[in-house]
């Protein structure tokens, strides 16, 4: 995809905590780090817990130092900015839960616009309508007027990224934005963030564990791989060239590229070929995975379980070795199942 400009590129940046007099050497997160986040495009940053997800966007929102490299911010060093200009060309939506009531939504939105107004400086009639469209881009109209203790996650998490609109930055970054909300609410704040990078032309820098959504949405992933490597791209290309898949390496599951999802188990039991209806297959395939089948979609296996489907009803017809079974749900084909294997 071809991008209109270079919001914040790095090279050999290296990440991580500086040495303390009592303990000799510093603690390096990740090195030799060269990525671009562009406008108008939407980065999922994905790693394992403790890889450095937290470490990378504080650094390159200023908030920490570097161990060494180069940080540029629209084609200038970042050291070269105070926290006030880093703060009119990026926002940040950190971890931190909201401590502070007695304060509106409208108001905390308006804490965006503090970098041109100063803390307690009023809003301009400019100030407003920037105020206000955050208000309509993020669609939380209907309660401006809510004290900002009375929200709930997904309400909160919204408040937070109209607050980071109404900064007006070329770029956000968002730590973590979909922890603890239900899937329609994650779905949701995904989506959103999308259209805003799409049409407003923002670089968008998210970090997440939503793999699967991470790899519908976005544009680029950055992975953060437990070595300290930091490897970027297209989410297709890095699942087909695998480096997706061994980031996330684990002993008890396994990435599926034919599928983009993880297996829970390794398969220890007999295989299966599975064919018929595609809807029917792909539920069929869970269940026999989960229950420790192997399924295959070629034939040559002893067992086969083929779908059937009329309208909204399934049915599993079922040939293992001689014998044969209709079962008209998912749970009647697995205890048919385990009497032969
Ligand atoms: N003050 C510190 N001094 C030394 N090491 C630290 C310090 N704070 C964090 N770390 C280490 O830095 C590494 C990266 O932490 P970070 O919080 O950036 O990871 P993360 O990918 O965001 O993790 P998670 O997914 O669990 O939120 C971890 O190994 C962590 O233990």
Same mark, same amino acid.
């Given at each position: 995809m071809e991008f209109e400009k270079q919001i914040i590129s790095t090279e050999e940046l290296s990440i991580g905590f500086p040495a303390r007099r009592t303990m000799g050497t510093p603690t390096v997160v990740a090195s030799d780090i060269d990525v671009v986040l562009n406008s108008g495009e939407i980065v999922c940053l994905l790693g394992p817990n403790g890889s450095g997800k937290s470490t990378l966007i504080r650094t390159l929102t200023g908030l920490h130092r570097p161990l060494g490299g180069l940080i540029e911010l629209?084609? #200038? =060093?970042?050291?070269?900015? @105070?926290?006030?200009?880093?703060?009119?060309?990026?926002?940040?939506?950190?971890?931190?839960?909201?401590?502070?009531?007695?304060?509106?939504?409208?108001?905390?939105?308006?804490?965006?616009?503090?970098?041109?107004?100063?803390?307690?400086?009023?809003?301009?009639?400019?100030?407003?309508?920037?105020?206000?469209?955050?208000?309509?881009?993020?669609?939380?109209?209907?309660?401006?007027?809510?004290d900002v203790l009375r929200l709930s996650d997904g309400e909160r998490q919204k408040v937070m990224i109209a607050r980071a609109l109404a900064q007006n930055t070329s770029a956000i970054m968002l730590d973590e934005?979909?922890?603890?909300?239900?899937?329609?609410?994650?779905?949701?704040?995904?989506?959103?963030?999308?259209?805003?990078?799409?049409?407003? #032309? =923002?670089?968008?820098?998210? @970090?997440?564990?939503?793999?699967d959504l991470a790899l519908k949405a976005a544009d680029t992933l950055w992975l953060i791989d437990m070595n300290g490597n930091v490897i970027t791209g297209t989410p297709e290309d890095l699942v087909l060239d695998g480096t997706f898949e061994s980031v996330f390496e684990r002993d008890s599951f396994e990435f599926d590229r034919s599928t983009g999802s993880f297996k829970l188990l390794h398969p220890q039991k007999a295989p299966i070929y599975l064919h018929g209806d595609a809807v029917g297959q792909f539920w069929t395939r869970r269940a026999l995975e989960r229950s420790g089948y192997q399924v295959k979609e070629s034939n040559g296996t002893?067992?086969?379980?083929?779908?059937?489907?009329?309208?909204?009803?399934?049915?599993?017809?079922?040939?293992?070795?001689?014998?044969?079974?209709?079962?008209?749900s998912i749970e009647v084909m697995l205890e048919q199942l385990k009497k032969y294997c």
């Open positions: 629209e084609d #200038q =060093k970042l050291q070269a900015f @105070s926290a006030k200009q880093i703060a009119k060309k990026v926002s940040t939506v950190l971890t931190d839960r909201l401590t502070i009531g007695n304060l509106s939504v409208y108001e905390l939105v308006s804490f965006g616009r503090s970098p041109y107004t100063g803390w307690f400086g009023s809003l301009s009639k400019q100030d407003e309508e920037i105020v206000d469209w955050a208000i309509q881009s993020t669609g939380i109209e209907q309660f401006v007027n809510r934005p979909t922890a603890h909300l239900d899937l329609p609410n994650r779905v949701e704040i995904i989506r959103l963030l999308r259209e805003l990078a799409h049409d407003t #032309q =923002k670089g968008i820098l998210l @970090s997440t564990h939503e793999l002893d067992i086969q379980v083929e779908v059937k489907r009329t309208g909204n009803d399934f049915e599993w017809r079922l040939h293992c070795c001689e014998d044969h079974f209709e079962c008209n």
